[in-house]
């Protein structure tokens, strides 16, 4: 079995190989995508496993704040009794500090085995806008639309294929989900302004995510946001998964600095979902 760096040049395997263990219109599936997401080393790359010129295993490596993130991690049924997932994990540890936001049960206990550190699940936090005449669910998530100009971020991140990005007049940062009526905060610099601002282009509620230990969460509170149990939005958007929720394990290999904490920017949890068919 070949373990490498994939390459646009793979493009018709790793399609297959896509089309095989995803949803269909799941984001990888289109190569605009994925060239965004793998194809430039600096911020991505995709770690396959081949057998008989097929793709048997896949790792992806997100690449942000000198950490690679794990996702994508996909073993096809008939190889998960041989010992591919160490070799694709010691494969990404070239990329950055490894470590894993998204682990399903299956992936933690390989970390466990792999003697990583887990912390406490990360945390949500949701407002919705207070004047909204009916508040049931389907009401906070019907589309909005707004004219208001506004002004994207810079980076390799804001690139992202479907995403519209959006800094906001106190400087946060956030992905606009108008479909949805909804605004996904990656950054927060003042939280009375950013929630006003939000709701004044007309949409109707607005997330974030982050560490259990940030001291914004606090902050948010405060002012009236949310935890997943009191308000709920449903966490998978595009398609709707209604009652989703966060769940996102937190697992790195090495213990992180105590004023590390993660946001949208670090593994695929600002990744859009489905992506129109090409």
């Given at each position: 079995?070949?373990?490498?760096?994939?390459?646009?040049?793979?493009?018709?395997?790793?399609?297959?190989?896509?089309?095989?263990?995803?949803?269909?219109?799941?984001?990888?599936?289109?190569?605009?995508?994925?060239?965004?997401?793998?194809?430039?080393?600096?911020?991505?790359?995709?770690?396959?496993?081949?057998?008989?010129?097929?793709?048997?295993?896949?790792?992806?490596?997100?690449?942000?704040?000198?950490?690679?993130?794990?996702?994508?991690?996909?073993?096809?049924?008939?190889?998960?009794?041989?010992?591919?997932?160490p070799a694709l994990i010691k494969k990404a540890?070239?990329?950055?500090?490894?470590?894993?936001?998204?682990?399903?049960?299956?992936?933690?206990?390989?970390?466990?085995?792999?003697?990583?550190?887990?912390?406490?699940?990360?945390?949500?936090?949701?407002?919705?806008?207070?004047?909204?005449?009916?508040?049931?669910?389907?009401?906070?998530?019907?589309?909005?639309?707004?004219?208001?100009?506004?002004?994207?971020?810079?980076?390799?991140?804001?690139?992202?294929?479907?995403?519209?990005?959006?800094?906001?007049?106190?400087?946060?940062?956030?992905?606009?989900?108008?479909?949805?009526?909804?605004?996904?905060?990656?950054?927060?610099?003042?939280?009375?302004?950013?929630?006003?601002?939000?709701?004044?282009?007309?949409?109707?509620?607005?997330?974030?995510?982050?560490?259990?230990?940030?001291?914004i969460l606090r902050k948010l509170e405060r002012?009236?946001?949310?935890?997943?149990?009191?308000?709920?939005?449903?966490?998978?958007?595009?398609?709707?998964?209604?009652?989703?929720?966060?769940?996102?394990?937190?697992?790195?290999?090495?213990?992180?600095?105590?004023?590390?904490?993660?946001?949208?920017?670090?593994?695929?949890?600002?990744?859009?979902?489905?992506?129109?068919?090409?």
């Amino acid at each position: 079995m070949e373990i490498r760096i994939a390459t646009l040049d793979d493009w018709e395997m790793l399609s297959v190989f896509y089309h095989k263990i995803y949803r269909e219109n799941h984001p990888l599936q289109h190569k605009e995508f994925w060239k965004w997401q793998f194809g430039n080393p600096e911020y991505g790359n995709a770690i396959i496993a081949i057998s008989d010129n097929k793709i048997a295993a896949h790792l992806g490596v997100s690449i942000a704040d000198g950490y690679a993130w794990h996702i994508n991690l996909f073993v096809l049924e008939e190889w998960r009794n041989v010992p591919v997932l160490p070799a694709l994990i010691k494969k990404a540890d070239a990329f950055g500090k490894p470590g894993n936001l998204s682990a399903n049960r299956d992936a933690v206990n390989l970390y466990r085995s792999l003697k990583w550190y887990q912390y406490a699940n990360l945390e949500r936090r949701i407002c919705v806008r207070h004047d909204l005449a009916d508040a049931a669910i389907q009401n906070i998530l019907l589309p909005v639309s707004t004219d208001e100009k506004i002004l994207s971020p810079e980076g390799h991140f804001w690139q992202q294929p479907g995403l519209e990005p959006a800094i906001f007049e106190d400087g946060s940062t956030a992905i606009l989900q108008k479909n949805v009526g909804g605004v996904r905060f990656v950054s927060i610099n003042d939280i009375k302004k950013a929630a006003a601002q939000c709701f004044d282009m007309g949409f109707h509620w607005c997330d974030y995510v982050t560490s259990f230990n940030n001291p914004i969460l606090r902050k948010l509170e405060r002012n009236h946001w949310k935890d997943e149990t009191e308000q709920q939005i449903p966490w998978l958007l595009n398609p709707v998964v209604h009652h989703s929720k966060s769940n996102l394990t937190f697992l790195t290999q090495e213990p992180i600095p105590i004023d590390f904490y993660i946001n949208r920017l670090h593994s695929d949890l600002g990744r859009i979902g489905s992506l129109p068919k090409e």
